[in-house]
């Protein structure tokens, strides 16, 4: 199982960081997302989602998608926001194993369905 | 308060230069609900001192579908009564996140200042480095200086510092739904804006029940076949106003969603740079964000190319002036005149109804009829949905879209959310008292 960015079709609408960290917070916050929407760099236009998973970081990136390991220096040209860094800190992507109703929250919640199960 | 809710209103006295913290009563929400609801119950209690409430509704920063929404209460320059001014992008979360419901700003500073809320701390700072300064330059100044690209602002650019009638109260670096000259009132406080940043958490009275009913909702909300569709050009399309979309089409870059909300309703227009570029431009300023339709709508009517329009509209967003009155005011028909005309902006522009809400918004349903019909049924029902939404927090575009988002699910998942009984007699009473 694996989750699927389509950052194209994603709004940066903030939906999917908002249930990402209320399945581990139980109240509404958005320090524990996994998954994060991207959005410091708005005077360009430009954003997408962040993914971390056990130890790769996924960057859902309009233009495509980029797997990186964590721990390894990333592309300097391509620094991926400044949401990133606190990303490394937090727990990674468990699939909302703990939310039986819904699977995962943020498939679930995204409004244009962005996010889809692989 | 101790659910939904930061449990806190913060009164900044700008005479004294105080920050005094209030606790949000469970009385005051079980009377006004929350949202403009309580923003005017502080704005009459402090109106001596002629104050600006800003606060967030009852469900914002939420699970509902497009609970995005806060609010600017205050006497408009414009009107010369009290109106409310949505606040919207990804703002409205960012203030309640930031560990205060309200904050009533009160009084006048001696000399410029800003206020920057972060975290439960809210800070009287010395604004001397950005007055003077445009909207974007003190927008990009405050990250640099806070070091968060993330910081979220409502800033005033020259046009308020100045004094002028239209002087907007900007949200980041875009134009916002302020057509009540709050820009002006700002400056004339010495007050050049409020930076926020918050990592709050909201507690939530039943967590599962409520996030449970919001995913009902939000499926309901995503039958809606308007939902295929993206972007400002579509929304006047459904309002007639046919030849926008391929007016701006080679222009545009992409749509995007304030905070939750289902259908993308900001438009980025590319100006300097390919509007279809998909990696991240190299420059730094290609393009503006719009989310004013009838501001877009105005500059296109006065005759300027869809390029010069977004110039227009970028030059607006950095003076810190309402675009709309720019395009219907300065009788100018071509870029240079109507940028040399920012400080000799005047005339009227119609508030509908009663004068409360912006007309941003535009006065009836967009895609959805909601079963409708004559004038003035339309305009009770829109001043109607303008404070309700507001009440709770929802994106007031939104919610003239979208018939699922109702008064009664509202109050539902105000209900489950607070462990208090909100009931359609409350909200009738609130409404009542905010239409007056
Ligand atoms: S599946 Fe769950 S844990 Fe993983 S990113 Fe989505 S919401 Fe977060
Ligand atoms: S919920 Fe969907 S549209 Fe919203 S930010 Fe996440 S991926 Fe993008």
């Known amino acids: 199982m694996g989750i699927k960015i389509n950052a194209l079709k994603c709004t940066n609408c903030m939906a999917c960081e908002m249930v990402c960290s209320y399945h581990r917070d ?60 606190p990303m490394l800190l937090r727990e990674g992507c468990d699939f909302c194993e ?20 692989d | 308060m101790e659910y939904l809710s930061t449990d806190k209103i913060l009164v900044i006295d700008l005479n004294a230069a105080q920050v005094e913290e209030e606790e949000l009563l469970e009385s005051l929400v079980e009377e006004k609900i929350g949202g403009i609801g ?26 509902y579908p497009a609970s995005a929404a806060g609010g600017i209460t205050a006497k408009s320059p414009v009107t010369g009564s009290v109106c409310h001014c949505p606040v919207i992008y990804k703002l409205g979360v960012e203030i309640k996140y930031s560990g205060f419901d309200y904050i009533v700003v009160k009084g006048r500073s001696d000399s410029p200042v800003y206020l920057w809320i972060h975290d439960g701390v809210a800070d009287i700072s010395d604004a001397s480095d950005v007055w003077g300064k445009d909207v974007w330059e003190s927008t990009d100044e405050l990250r640099k200086f806070v070091g968060d690209d993330l910081l979220q602002t409502m800033l005033i650019g020259p046009a308020g510092e100045n004094g002028s009638d239209y002087a907007q109260v900007c949200y980041n670096h875009w134009s916002s739904p302020d057509r009540f000259g709050f820009g002006k009132l700002f400056g004339a406080k010495n007050l050049k804006g409020l930076a926020f940043r918050g990592m709050g958490l909201i507690e939530v009275a039943e967590p599962e029940d409520y996030v449970e009913r919001s995913l009902e909702i939000l499926k309901q909300v995503k039958e809606n076949s308007f939902l295929e569709k993206k972007g400002l050009g579509q929304i006047l399309t459904a309002l007639g106003e046919e030849g926008v979309s391929d007016w701006i089409d080679p222009v ?54 869809v390029k010069d329009a977004g110039h227009a509209l970028k030059a607006c967003a950095k003076y810190g002036i309402d675009p709309f009155a720019v395009a219907q005011l300065s009788g100018k028909t071509t870029l240079e005149e109507i940028k040399d005309s920012f400080d000799s902006i005047n005339g009227e522009i119609t508030i509908p109804g009663s004068g409360l809400f912006t007309p941003w918004c535009p006065t009836g349903p967009i895609f959805n009829d909601f079963n409708l019909s004559g004038k003035d049924e339309i305009m009770a029902w829109w001043e109607r949905r303008q404070a309700v939404s507001m009440i709770f927090g929802i994106q007031p575009m939104f919610s003239l879209m979208c018939p699922e988002l109702t008064e009664e699910n509202m109050l539902e998942l105000a209900s489950l959310g607070t462990d208090l009984e909100l009931t359609q007699e409350i909200l009738d009473a609130v409404i009542d008292d905010i239409l007056g």
């Open chain 1, 26 to 85: 139980d109240g509404f916050a958005f320090l524990s997302a996994c998954i994060v929407a991207y959005r410091a760099r708005e005077k360009k236009d430009y954003f997408g989602v962040l993914l971390k998973e056990e130890d790769v970081l996924i960057v859902a990136r309009p233009e495509g998608l980029e797997i990186n390991k964590i721990g390894e220096e990333a592309d300097p040209d391509k620094e991926a926001d400044a949401s990133a860094k």
């Open chain 2, 252 to 305: 545009t870059h992409r749509h995007s969603a304030d905070y939750f909300t289902p259908y993308a309703s900001n438009t980025a227009l590319f100006l300097d740079e390919d509007p279809g570029l998909l990696e991240e431009s190299k420059k730094e300023e290609p393009g503006v964000l719009v989310s004013d339709i009838y501001a877009l709508l105005g500059f296109k009517n006065v005759g300027l190319s």
């Open chain 2, 38 to 63: 309580i923003a005017k119950y502080l704005y009459e209690k402090y109106e001596n001192d002629d104050p600006i409430v800003i606060g967030t509704g009852l469900l914002t920063g939420t699970t």
């Open chain 1, 98 to 117: 703990d939310m039986d109703d819904y699977g995962p929250m943020c498939v679930a919640f995204c409004p244009v369905d962005a996010i889809t199960l």
